[in-house]
């Protein structure tokens, strides 16, 4: 393995440096069908789960297959990928929002081939490279963050239970029986990188463990002040602390319980980690959407405050997300979303139907939007 | 496979695409290198990475560190730091960053650029992505320091490509497909976002704000890339005049020759179609209605949520006086809740070359930039000094469409401009009138 330059000169970065050039134009990646067509299409139509035509006023159709995957991918697989676009779809592809691979063909002729190809294909473990689905009223593709094959601050993998998730809504990602469409997505932490908050069901890693103190190191690794003031709930301040051999430190204490268990001390400062296994696991909230239809965008709801990890498959996470998306479905009006049910039937249904115990945990008790969140109002259901 | 990974190997099998697997077939891949590549990084580091990820499974926490201050010079943003906690046992994933290279607009892509992306990163890195991150940018994941400036270098020369953000700056903006494949796009969202992805590089890269903010455009109140959650600003497009109907069409789904939404609910069979009961009762402002075999709306009252044209779209068409509304101050729950965008302008031209939004864009980072303390972002810099306030430093005039419902008390906060006569008064002449 020897070092190769790419032309790069350390000792004069700035040499020949080309910066701020943006990302690359779209319209060298466009299928010539979208270039020809862009702006007027009149309508679109799924002709079977996972195939879209899209129609346009010059009576040109762009016919779609949309395919689920992991979003951590190889470049082995990309490369895959790139070689069926190249058989079949003239060497273009894009991909959606919620990490769905759409390949795209200018005559149904071209479908039927590239639908094959694609649900021909398995990795040597045994599941599908390229299954088709995620359209129309059912479940799509999960949006997730890092979880622990990347990140610093996880209470839970990201990959791993949506792996889990998505084999057991698989029905669902390839048929359409749903009440209407059912987003899901996952965060690792509270910080929730993307946008779990507004899912019809989010899963979300929490830790329920304050940090760790490493003392001995802390003044050593850290800046206290910056650890200090890294806590949201101003719940650490400087002290000193006497090691077990009777020297002094300048260290930190921890107000346990005005913590939020948010992990940005650690952060901040390595020698407060707070993951645990027992501690940490999974938070379900339910009823969010970001679309305009019908009712307002609406956030998440917690209606299970915690689900142990449970690695490798996290059942009881995947069982309860089941529980639920069974009782949406039967209970369910067409066209009605998850939160707007469970807002018709009232939240003392959901919990009904849905078989999930109502704890206190459930009750919002964080600052001044809790109190809005209580009944303030003497209808209720028996 | 050089670690033994029994819990990982049950995430083999399930239909659903096995990124274990995936992992697994890139690591020996890199065993073979049959391309003779040579291997910038350690060849073993897929192994290593499962290896890893195998410990965090059977430990139930995470074995990375948070990152250090790594990037390329100049920039403030696009690589994210990593470090393995068991070094000595993965060496292959010691150094583990994360780059964040800018997505085009739309994430339509050629297999020509593709695969020098993936030349490139087979090369100098471990060879895994996220296609996409959330933000929207591709990530590579994993790679040495040494590697970066390499990596940048080999973007922008010969790739023609830019990272993209992270950091106390602009991040990444990112759109729906709009216009390109969706006949509900009210405006071009590649245009607009490439554009003032463009325009705003220097934003990007280098870290001048209090914190993130983020652009998102979505081209209709559908919200396909959820701008009103999660964008300090999101664009959404829509219309001012008449939804235009195609009365035959219309016809056509009540005699079910067309299928509602498009056949998305196709999986099950919820009886003959009813439009009563699927699109003039659930309109949220019933002003929609049946006259004889025509169906009306009162467009002046319609509120453009979508409902009916997507359930009927060959019989109903958005608009054709389009543009966009802007809302701000969308964030995730930490720290003081979650917050949903604000309507801040309700209607405006999205058109090139964009400059009323631009005014609005940078009337709003002044503000910000002016006021918001270090780590607080625009939706809680209006909660803190309120909504009032924004409307000032941006120079907007106030629109019932602003808010939800006007305020639930009276405390004005009146200032002394705003009432006649001023605040300075004559106690003496006040006196003469009212004994002490
Ligand atoms: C103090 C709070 C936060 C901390 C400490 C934090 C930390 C991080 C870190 C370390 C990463 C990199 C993960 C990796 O690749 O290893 C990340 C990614 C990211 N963060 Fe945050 N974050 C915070 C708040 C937020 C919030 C509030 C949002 C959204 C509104 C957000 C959005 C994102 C997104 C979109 C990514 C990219 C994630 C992905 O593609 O998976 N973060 N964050
Ligand atoms: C108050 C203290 C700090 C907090 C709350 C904090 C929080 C965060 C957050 C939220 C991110 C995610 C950034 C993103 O994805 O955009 C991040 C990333 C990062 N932080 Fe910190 N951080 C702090 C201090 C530091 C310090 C002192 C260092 C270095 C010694 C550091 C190095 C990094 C690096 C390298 C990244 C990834 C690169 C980047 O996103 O730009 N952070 N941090
Ligand atoms: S959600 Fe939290 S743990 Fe997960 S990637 Fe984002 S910051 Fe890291
Ligand atoms: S985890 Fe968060 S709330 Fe708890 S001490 Fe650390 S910074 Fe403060
Ligand atoms: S947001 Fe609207 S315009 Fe954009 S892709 Fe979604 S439905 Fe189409
Ligand atoms: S767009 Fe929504 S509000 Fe407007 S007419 Fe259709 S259903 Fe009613």
């Known amino acids: 393995m020897a070092f190769i330059s790419s032309g790069y000169n350390p000792d004069k970065p ?19 069908v979208v270039k020809a067509n862009k702006g007027k299409w009149l309508y679109h139509e799924i002709l079977e789960p996972g195939v879209l035509v899209h129609v346009a006023e010059s009576g040109d159709e762009c016919y779609t297959v949309r395919a689920g995957g992991a979003r951590l991918m190889s470049v082995t697989h990309i490369r895959e990928i790139c070689e069926i676009a190249d058989k079949h779809c003239g060497g273009y592809l894009r991909f959606t929002t919620r990490n769905n691979i759409e390949f795209m063909v200018d005559d149904k002729s071209k479908l039927e081939p590239l639908k094959k190809d694609l649900e021909s294909r398995k990795f040597d473990g045994g599941s599908l490279k390229f299954p088709v689905g995620g359209t129309g009223a059912g479940v799509t593709n999960i949006v997730h963050t890092q979880g622990w094959i990347h990140c610093h601050t996880p209470a839970t993998d990201a990959s791993g239970p949506v792996k889990a998730t998505m084999d057991v809504l698989f029905d669902d990602f390839q048929n359409m029986r749903l009440p209407a469409h059912l987003r899901v997505s996952l965060a690792c932490c509270l910080n929730m990188c993307g946008a779990v908050h507004c899912s019809d069901i989010a899963i979300l890693g929490y830790h329920r463990k304050p940090p760790m103190l490493d003392h001995e190191y802390l003044d050593k690794m850290c800046e206290i002040p910056l650890a200090v003031a890294a806590c949201p709930t101003a719940a650490i301040r400087p002290t000193k602390v006497e090691l077990p051999d009777g020297k002094k430190v300048n260290s930190v204490a921890v107000k346990n319980e005005r913590c939020m268990f948010c992990g940005n001390c650690y952060t901040m400062c390595p020698a407060m980690p707070l993951a645990d296994k027992e501690g ?95 009944r303030q109002t003497s209808q209720f259901k028996f | 496979m050089k670690h033994e990974t029994p819990m990982l190997d049950q995430l083999e099998t399930g239909p659903w695409p096995s990124f274990v697997s995936d992992i697994k077939q ?92 993936c030349d490139l990163w087979d090369f100098r890195g471990s060879g895994i992505t996220n296609m996409h991150g959330s933000t929207g940018d591709i990530i590579f994941l994993g790679t040495t320091t040494k590697q970066l400036e390499e990596i940048f270098y080999e973007l922008t020369h010969n790739l023609n490509q830019d990272l993209g953000g992270s950091g106390s700056n602009l991040r990444t903006p990112a759109d729906c497909i709009g216009k390109a494949r969706c006949e509900y796009a009210c405006f071009d969202t590649q245009h607009m976002c490439h554009t003032l992805t463009h325009e705003y590089q220097d934003e990007l890269h280098r870290p001048a704000f209090p914190y993130k903010f983020k652009f998102k455009f979505d081209g209709c109140p559908n919200c396909c890339v959820a701008s009103i959650a999660r964008a300090d600003m999101s664009f959404i497009g829509t219309w001012k005049d008449d ?65 009916c044209i997507n359930v009927m779209p060959r019989a109903l068409r958005i608009g054709k006086e389009t543009g966009c509304s802007i809302l701000v101050g969308a964030k995730a729950p930490i720290l003081d809740g979650a917050q949903m965008g604000t309507m801040l302008v309700p209607f405006i031209k999205a058109e090139e070359p964009y400059d009323e939004i631009k005014e609005v864009i940078e009337s709003i980072w002044d503000y910000w930039m002016e006021e918001g303390k270090n780590r607080e972002r625009l939706g809680e810099l209006m909660k803190r000094q309120g909504f009032q ?47 002490r």
């Open chain 2, 243 to 307: 939804i235009r109907i195609d009365q035959e069409a219309v016809q056509a789904y009540v005699g079910g020759e067309l299928k509602p939404n498009g056949n998305a609910h196709a999986g099950r069979d919820w009886g003959a179609f009813d439009i009563n009961k699927e699109v003039i009762d659930l309109c949220p402002t019933k002003c929609m209605w049946m006259d004889g075999k025509e169906l009306k709306i009162d467009n002046k009252e319609c509120t453009r949520c979508m409902h």
């Open chain 1, 14 to 32: 700035m040499e020949d440096r080309i910066t701020d050039i943006g990302p690359r134009n779209y319209e060298e990646f466009y299928p010539p």
């Open chain 2, 26 to 117: 890139e690591a020996a891949n890199r065993a073979k290198n049959e391309k003779n590549v040579d291997y910038q990084i350690p060849v073993d580091v897929c192994d290593d990475l499962l290896g890893v990820l195998e410990l965090s499974f059977k430990h139930g926490r995470t074995h990375w560190k948070h990152g250090g201050i790594v990037g390329v010079f100049g920039y403030g943003g696009g690589v994210i730091g990593r470090y393995c906690d068991q070094p000595e046992e993965f060496s292959g994933v010691a150094h583990f960053h994360t780059m964040r290279v800018a997505q085009p607009a739309g994430k339509f892509y050629s297999t020509d650029y593709l695969k020098k992306i």
């Open chain 2, 389 to 435: 306030k924004l409307l000032e430093m941006t120079g907007l005039k106030p629109d019932p469409r602003m808010v939800q419902e006007p305020r639930h008390n009276p405390y004005i906060f009146w200032k002394e401009e705003e009432v006649e006569g001023g605040f300075e008064r004559d106690i003496n002449e006040f006196r003469k009138y009212h004994q």
């Open chain 1, 280 to 374: 940490d696991g999974i938070v379900l909230m339910v009823g969010g959407k970001v679309s305009n239809r019908i009712s307002a965008p609406k956030f998440s709801k917690v209606v299970v405050a915690f689900i142990p990890n449970e690695p490798p498959r996290w059942p009881t996470t995947t069982d309860t997300i089941q529980k639920i998306v069974e009782a949406y479905s039967k209970g369910a009006n067409k066209y009605e979303r998850l939160g707007e049910w469970a807002e018709r039937i009232s939240w003392e249904r959901f919990f009904e139907v849905c078989d999930l115990e109502f704890t206190h945990h459930l009750i919002d008790d964080f600052r001044d939007p809790a109190y809005y969140t209580w």
